[in-house]
């Protein structure tokens, strides 16, 4: 699943969350969804993190600089 499709599955589930409207088993089913998908998009994003580079000039010629995301 992408990145993006997480987060807007996410966001449909904290809305189902906090309409209230859930069963305590839906909502528990819902949530622990929801913390999968939470996990999985934080593996997303330090994956990324890790490939995310800048060249800057140095007196030595070129190097690279480690970006942090957040």
Excluded: P, Q, R, W
Excluded at 37 to 60: D, F, M, Q, R, Y
């Amino acid at each position: 699943m992408k990145f993006e499709d997480s987060l807007k599955e996410l966001d449909t589930i904290v809305e189902k969350l906090e309409s209230g409207k859930l069963s305590i088993d839906e909502s528990i089913d819902l949530y622990t969804k929801g913390i999968k998908l939470c996990n999985e998009c934080n593996k997303k994003l330090n994956e990324v993190k890790g490939k995310i580079s800048l060249l800057e000039e140095s007196a030595e010629g070129l190097k690279e600089k480690e970006v942090e995301v957040e």
